[in-house]
């Protein structure tokens, strides 16, 4: 890790003194961490930029929580809001002729999962950025948690699009589930559906929610990304 301010290698054994290293550094170090020799100061300045400089994520995995969001914008007017929810929920619920029960249910799920992993406390509409900007955040902060995150989101997803819960999501559930996002266009939805290598129909669930969460954490740029290709090709 490198250091925000790299002491002076003859400082390192004599006394810290306030001239030592520009102010802010030392009214924050100093301030807060209530440190005094020089070596605890250049430890602590290698924990400092962790929690204060700002980090990204790489291009590759920008690139995809903007695709993302586009995807999410079921009515198609730009923005992140929750008419998506609505639109979503219902069509979801029509397309499958669900019983009254099934479809209140459908409709809880749908709103608890944009609550949770969309909108993440915000109300209203969410833009581009904004969104980008809390994924990051959580991805730049804790990696691991990010990832934790991101399982739970995709799970809880495609169980729900899992409507015969046979843990297999067919071509029907998984047309369904595209042309409820606001994604009608049959020949490409069924072509990614087929990029999965269906066998007698059916794409095990783990694959399908492996793929996406890949789609959503993963900077690799040199492994393929089946959700990233689908939607470049048009879905
Ligand atoms: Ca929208
Ligand atoms: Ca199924």
Same mark, same amino acid.
């Given at each position: 890790?490198?250091?925000?301010?790299?002491?002076?290698?003859?400082?390192?054994?004599?006394? !810290?003194?306030?001239?030592?290293?520009?102010?802010?550094?030392?009214?924050?170090?100093?301030?807060?961490?209530?440190?005094? +020799?020089?070596?605890?100061?250049?430890?602590?300045?290698?924990?400092?930029?962790?929690?204060?400089?700002?980090?990204?994520?790489?291009?590759?995995? %920008?690139?995809?929580?903007?695709?993302?969001?586009?995807?999410?914008?079921?009515?198609?007017?730009?923005? =992140?809001?929750?008419?998506?929810?609505?639109? +979503?929920?219902?069509?979801?619920?029509?397309?499958?002729?669900? #019983?009254?029960?099934?479809?209140?249910?459908?409709? #809880?799920?749908?709103?608890?999962?944009?609550?949770?992993?969309?909108?993440?406390?915000?109300?209203?509409?969410?833009?581009?950025?904004? !969104?980008?900007?809390?994924?990051?955040?959580?991805?730049?902060? #804790?990696?691991?948690?990010?990832?934790? +995150?991101?399982?739970?989101?995709? #799970?809880?997803? !495609?169980?729900?699009?899992?409507?015969?819960?046979?843990?297999? =999501?067919?071509?029907?559930?998984?047309?369904?589930?595209?042309?409820?996002?606001?994604?009608?266009? %049959?020949?490409?939805?069924?072509? !990614?559906?087929?990029?999965?290598?269906?066998?007698?129909?059916?794409?095990?669930?783990?694959?399908?929610?492996?793929?996406? =969460?890949?789609?959503?954490?993963?900077?690799? +740029?040199?492994?393929?990304?089946?959700?990233?290709?689908?939607?470049?090709?048009?879905?």
């Amino acid at each position: 890790m490198q250091p925000l301010y790299e002491l002076p290698t003859n400082l390192l054994d004599g006394a !810290f003194t306030r001239e030592h290293v520009p102010a802010r550094l030392y009214y924050v170090i100093a301030t807060f961490l209530r440190i005094s +020799s020089p070596r605890e100061l250049h430890v602590a300045s290698c924990l400092y930029p962790r929690q204060t400089r700002f980090t990204m994520a790489n291009a590759f995995l %920008v690139s995809k929580w903007k695709i993302w969001y586009k995807s999410l914008d079921v009515n198609h007017d730009g923005m =992140i809001s929750f008419a998506d929810v609505e639109e +979503s929920r219902s069509k979801f619920s029509e397309l499958h002729h669900l #019983d009254e029960q099934k479809k209140k249910q459908v409709m #809880d799920n749908f709103e608890k999962w944009w609550n949770e992993f969309i909108f993440r406390g915000k109300t209203g509409e969410i833009s581009e950025s904004e !969104f980008v900007d809390m994924l990051n955040k959580d991805f730049t902060t #804790d990696k691991a948690k990010f990832k934790k +995150s991101m399982e739970k989101c995709f #799970d809880i997803l !495609f169980d729900v699009i899992d409507t015969n819960k046979d843990r297999s =999501i067919s071509e029907d559930e998984f047309l369904i589930a595209f042309k409820a996002y606001g994604h009608e266009n %049959v020949a490409l939805d069924t072509k !990614f559906f087929k990029a999965y290598n269906p066998k007698d129909g059916l794409v095990p669930l783990r694959e399908i929610v492996d793929s996406w =969460i890949s789609f959503a954490t993963s900077e690799d +740029s040199s492994k393929p990304d089946i959700v990233k290709t689908a939607f470049e090709s048009g879905v």
